[in-house]
């Protein structure tokens, strides 16, 4: 085995880097994802180390002391922070020449010719779903023998081999749990809506779901739901036990689709609710109150949701699959049984206007999830709504994120400018949470925990300050 270092680059200060999804950006309070897309691949390493500098603050002279001593470098990158990870993988091999250094993330995999033509100081791209590609390449096998890889040859022209196979037998696949627990401060990793300290992590990769704006499914993941039986996942959790105790205040379920097959997730749940534990996941809309009550009963605390847009034509035309009604009455059932939900909403998608806007807000408002979070449309490549962007003359500019990492629009439309998606982020936000209804909930959890006390309190101070940059940036911009 080659010395192996998977690394995710220093960045832009609050960049949460991990949720890929729809934005990659500083958030609106300190918000950090586990780095699974690395630490699943690590997991196949034997020896190897995974470094996620953003969550644990370290630069790039932090990352050069501690690559000088590896063969291989395997970097997660993303759209917006591409430039930003090609200077530190500059700054890599400046120190060691010899070094190899190569990208994963869905931006490599998609425009992997563009990116090594670009970037000539990298040796390869690991396309597809490439946790098999990494454990070949620190097993020193020839690059021209390692499927779902792009790399330049010895003579500097770039070849790419044959494309990997999707993996399938997902229960063969190891937890990352040791590898978290050998590389990373788990007390680092905040959400804002997850108890402190958490843990996330995927039993699955895959999402049938056709969604125009959602990255993984349409570049990595694909649109089958491969994902490991609930007696895996059940042995996982317990593993997780044996590592944190009773440390750990909630698991977080990544996976996109969760919860659509109900006798798995229930079977899931049967387990967690054996081993005492409290979680979290990922949900559609549409899940009826027989399944959820089962669920709650069973250790569940929150879901994230995403309801995108408050208007049926708009979800429609980024093929949601979700009615408006059928998430009003899901939303009526989890207040009932306790069910606290975070939504996610996003501004700036095909069909978009003004009088759409203000539905999304008054729909927000009317549900009143527990906490929300607005992003930006985001046209990726490799999605059906960044090819729209260009045949429709969408684009406003490329860049999704300005350079302190605050979320721009990348798109404008005949009757709405960059300039006004980017302000209804902010109007949004003011509107949902200066209510009686959003800000007495979060008063009263912050009475009932010490903790939640003085983390609201830092996440507030956080909030109005990115709300008075992004005002200021809305304002830079107009004028």
Same mark, same amino acid.
């Given at each position: 085995m080659k010395k192996t270092l998977f690394l995710s680059p220093p960045s832009f200060d609050g960049f949460d880097g991990g949720a890929g999804a729809r934005y990659q950006a500083k958030r609106e309070i300190t918000s950090f994802w586990y780095p699974t897309w690395l630490a699943q691949p690590a997991a196949l390493v034997p020896g190897s180390k995974l470094v996620d500098a953003p969550a644990h603050y370290q630069t790039v002279e932090d990352v050069l002391k501690i690559a000088k001593d590896y063969e291989l470098v395997i970097m997660y990158t993303s759209t917006p922070t591409l430039p930003n990870d090609v200077k530190c993988a500059e700054a890599i091999k400046a120190q060691n020449p010899d070094i190899q250094v190569g990208l994963l993330g869905a931006h490599a995999a998609v425009l992997p010719t563009q990116t090594l033509e670009e970037n000539p100081i990298l040796d390869f791209v690991c396309r597809n779903e490439f946790d098999y590609t990494c454990k070949e390449l620190a097993e020193g096998k020839p690059y021209d023998q390692i499927k779902g890889l792009s790399y330049r040859d010895r003579h500097g022209k770039i070849q790419h081999t044959e494309e990997r196979e999707l993996i399938h037998d997902w229960d063969s696949m190891p937890s990352v749990f040791p590898v978290y627990a050998d590389n990373l401060n788990i007390r680092n990793y905040f959400i804002g809506y997850l108890l402190h300290p958490y843990i996330s992590l995927y039993t699955g990769r895959g999402c049938p779901a056709k969604c125009t704006f959602c990255l993984w499914p349409q570049t990595i993941g694909g649109h089958q739901y491969r994902a490991k039986t609930p007696e895996a996942v059940g042995k996982e959790m317990a593993l997780a036990k044996s590592l944190w105790g009773d440390s750990i205040r909630e698991y977080f379920f990544d996976d996109d689709t969760f919860t659509i097959d109900k006798k798995r997730v229930i079977a899931i749940s049967e387990h967690l609710k054996k081993l005492n534990l409290t979680w979290s996941c990922n949900a559609r809309a549409n899940l009826d109150y027989d399944t959820l009550k089962i669920l709650k009963d069973n250790g569940l605390r929150l879901l994230l949701v995403g309801f995108e847009s408050g208007n049926q034509t708009v979800l429609d035309g980024v093929k949601k699959g979700i009615k408006l009604e059928v998430a009003r009455? /899901?939303?009526?059932?989890?207040?009932? =049984?306790?069910?606290?939900?975070?939504?996610?909403?996003?501004?700036?998608? @095909?069909?978009?206007?003004?009088?759409?806007?203000?539905?999304?807000?008054? /729909?927000?408002?009317?549900?009143?999830?527990?906490?929300?979070?607005?992003?930006?449309? &985001?046209? +990726?490549?490799?999605?059906? =709504? +960044?090819?729209?962007? =260009?045949?429709?003359?969408? /684009? #406003?500019?490329?860049? =999704?994120?300005?350079? &302190?990492?605050?979320?721009?629009?990348?798109?404008? +439309? @005949?009757?709405? &400018? #960059? #300039?006004?998606?980017?302000?209804a982020v902010e109007q949004m936000y003011r509107r949902f949470y200066f209510r009686r209804r959003a800000i007495i909930p979060i008063v009263q959890e912050m009475l009932g925990d010490p903790q939640m006390l003085v983390r609201r309190l830092r996440e507030g101070k956080e909030f109005m300050a990115y709300l008075k940059e992004r005002h200021n940036r809305t304002l830079v911009g107009a004028s």
């Open positions: 009455k /899901f939303m009526e059932n989890c207040t009932k =049984l306790g069910i606290k939900v975070h939504g996610a909403f996003i501004i700036g998608l @095909p069909n978009e206007t003004k009088k759409t806007i203000e539905d999304t807000i008054r /729909f927000a408002c009317e549900v009143s999830p527990h906490t929300i979070q607005v992003s930006i449309a &985001s046209p +990726y490549p490799g999605t059906e =709504l +960044y090819q729209q962007a =260009l045949d429709n003359g969408w /684009f #406003a500019n490329k860049n =999704l994120v300005a350079s &302190s990492g605050i979320q721009m629009s990348a798109l404008q +439309y @005949p009757n709405l &400018s #960059a #300039a006004e998606i980017e302000d």
